[in-house]
């Protein structure tokens, strides 16, 4: 297949002028894409985006050097370990000592096992208070590193991120209208009002951009943008509307915080991030496809905008429900997919799993560390994840040389 050359001097896939040879980019899904696509697309290796294509390899040439399954089973397998053995570990952060022993013991009695319980006042310790707050920690980060590879691929644009979009803090606010006003609070709870101001702070975001496109330094500046609007309108009203006492607990827990986590919320993070997760991997070669634009997606079958209306539906969703639970937490759709992708390529169907589950081990240990690092004052996790991220954000600027 073919598609509409790119214009002399205008910016192809990955913002590669056109016509100019480059070296391959390991952050570039389209160059990854067109190099293993396979012979039913297409050939989608012949796509030109927007630089000189490589000649389409003789048929019994060896095929395209890439992590192979069984290093990518065993990445995974790495993961899985890597995060159970965080959990563990974070378990037993806080002012309170805690040994393997009783939260084997714990887990054991819960789960149905033959084991001596733990006295009743340690074992709500354990099972109320540490467990569900290290599980919380692991949902929000997968769902956010998720969303944040999607959000890049579906906008083409590395800088995106839920939290730089505003998408964080349109939810944010529709949550404190709940909290605060009240308003919705019998029909939809936090969670529903967070999903309708994180849709309405994305809407909002789209129709300002709707003249300019999707250029990645206007996409960030509208986003900062709409993100201020909507804290201001946090801040609004959180003064006019809740008193002193109440106004810090909100703003320590938008900032982002683990500390009152319950079961109840641990399990509706847990189902909406599964569905979300299956549903971003059903639909990793549309994302894909995505590098190249959206006339070449179309061009291979896909629709693209019922496509990109869908993943962003999902992202909105993830994101209230990560919003609704621990507040806004930034820039880890960020810093995870980019780090991802150095170690297995931009192609979604392996940068969508290793995303989340490098996105569940980071904010697990960044949790661990808002705890240990002032304690007994914790720190909100937020602040952490701003500190790791904004270098990483000043990074990515200075490559594409918008810095």
């Given at each position: 297949m073919s598609a509409s050359p790119a214009a002399p001097g205008s910016p192809g896939a990955c913002g590669i002028p056109s016509g100019e040879a480059h070296p391959v980019d390991p952050l570039c899904p389209a160059q990854e894409f067109a190099r293993d696509a396979p012979a039913d697309t297409g050939g989608a290796g012949r796509v030109r985006t927007g630089h000189?294509?490589?000649?389409?390899?003789?048929?019994?040439?060896?095929?395209?050097?890439?992590?192979?399954?069984?290093?990518?089973?065993?990445?995974?397998?790495?993961?899985?370990?890597?995060?159970?053995?965080?959990?563990?570990?974070?378990?037993?952060?806080?002012?309170?000592?805690?040994?393997?022993?009783?939260?084997?013991?714990?887990?054991?009695?819960?789960?149905?096992?033959?084991?001596?319980?733990?006295?009743?006042?340690?074992?709500?310790?354990?099972?109320?208070?540490?467990?569900?707050?290290?599980?919380?920690?692991?949902?929000?980060?997968?769902?956010?590193?998720?969303?944040?590879?999607?959000?890049?691929?579906?906008?083409?644009?590395?800088?995106?991120?839920?939290?730089?979009?505003?998408?964080?803090?349109?939810?944010?606010?529709?949550?404190?209208?709940?909290?605060?006003?009240?308003?919705?609070?019998?029909?939809?709870?936090?969670?529903?009002?967070?999903?309708?101001?994180?849709?309405?702070?994305?809407?909002?975001?789209?129709?300002?951009l709707r003249r300019t496109g999707l250029d990645s330094a206007r996409i960030v500046l509208t986003g900062v943008v709409v993100a201020e609007l909507f804290a201001a309108l946090t801040a609004l009203v959180l003064t006019a509307s809740a008193d002193a006492e109440s106004t810090r607990a909100i703003t320590h827990w938008l900032l982002g915080s683990m500390a009152s986590t319950r079961w109840d919320a641990v399990l509706?993070?847990?189902?909406?991030?599964?569905?979300?997760?299956?549903?971003?991997?059903?639909?990793?070669?549309?994302?894909?496809?995505?590098?190249?634009?959206?006339?070449?997606?179309?061009?291979?079958?896909?629709?693209?905008?019922?496509v990109r209306r869908v993943l962003l539906l999902a992202t909105a969703?993830?994101?209230?429900?990560?919003?609704?639970?621990?507040?806004?937490?930034?820039?880890?759709?960020?810093?995870?997919?980019?780090?991802?992708?150095?170690?297995?390529?931009?192609?979604?169907?392996?940068?969508l799993p290793y995303s989340a589950l490098v996105g569940a081990v980071f904010l697990v240990w960044t949790d661990a560390l808002a705890r240990m690092a002032f304690a007994p004052q914790e720190v909100p996790v937020g602040v952490f994840t701003a500190l790791l991220g904004v270098p990483l954000f000043l990074l990515v600027l200075r490559r594409r040389g918008e810095l």
């Open positions: 000189k294509s490589p000649p389409d390899p003789p048929p019994d040439s060896p095929p395209s050097p890439g992590p192979s399954a069984v290093s990518r089973a065993g990445l995974l397998l790495l993961g899985a370990v890597a995060l159970l053995v965080s959990l563990a570990v974070s378990v037993r952060v806080g002012a309170a000592d805690i040994g393997y022993t009783e939260l084997a013991r714990v887990v054991g009695a819960r789960t149905g096992f033959d084991v001596t319980p733990l006295p009743r006042l340690r074992d709500s310790l354990i099972w109320d208070l540490r467990v569900p707050r290290v599980l919380m920690a692991a949902l929000v980060g997968a769902s956010l590193a998720a969303c944040g590879a999607v959000l890049q691929a579906v906008t083409r644009n590395p800088l995106a991120d839920p939290y730089l979009l505003g998408i964080s803090s349109g939810a944010s606010t529709g949550a404190v209208c709940v909290v605060v006003l009240g308003v919705g609070a019998g029909s939809f709870g936090v969670t529903g009002g967070a999903f309708a101001g994180a849709l309405l702070s994305f809407g909002a975001l789209l129709l300002l509706v993070c847990a189902g909406v991030c599964s569905v979300g997760l299956v549903l971003f991997r059903l639909y990793a070669t549309a994302l894909d496809a995505f590098a190249f634009g959206s006339d070449t997606a179309a061009s291979l079958g896909i629709d693209v905008r019922a969703v993830l994101t209230a429900v990560a919003v609704a639970s621990v507040g806004a937490i930034g820039f880890v759709g960020l810093i995870v997919p980019h780090g991802v992708r150095f170690v297995v390529g931009p192609l979604h169907r392996s940068l």
